[in-house]
């Protein structure tokens, strides 16, 4: 539940960033939503095994909290960057 709450409304707002900087190619630039989100999900499954079977689990709880902590850089910055352009 948590992540379908903290998580729902990104594709929405990644969409409405797309269309934003797209300007006149808005279309080509939402062409790329779905191809980054399957990009992701398999990169993710590659990392994710490989670190297991070198690491072991724990080093998944490291590597997320990283990841975390940049997404949350990136959206502070992103959000900044697309405040104006609205």
């Not at 779905?34 to 590597?63: D, E, H, K, R, Y």
Request: hydrophobic share 60%; charged share 5%; aromatic share 6%.
């Amino acid at each position: 539940m948590l992540w379908g709450l903290t998580f729902g409304g990104a594709a929405p707002q990644l969409q409405s960033a797309l269309t934003i900087a797209g300007g006149t190619e808005s279309d080509l630039a939402n062409a790329f939503l779905p191809v980054a989100f399957n990009l992701a999900i398999s990169a993710a499954g590659l990392v994710g095994a490989l670190l297991i079977a070198v690491s072991g689990g724990l080093v998944l709880a490291v590597s997320m909290a990283v990841l975390g902590a940049l997404a949350l850089v990136v959206t502070v910055v992103g959000r900044q960057t697309f405040a104006g352009r609205a």
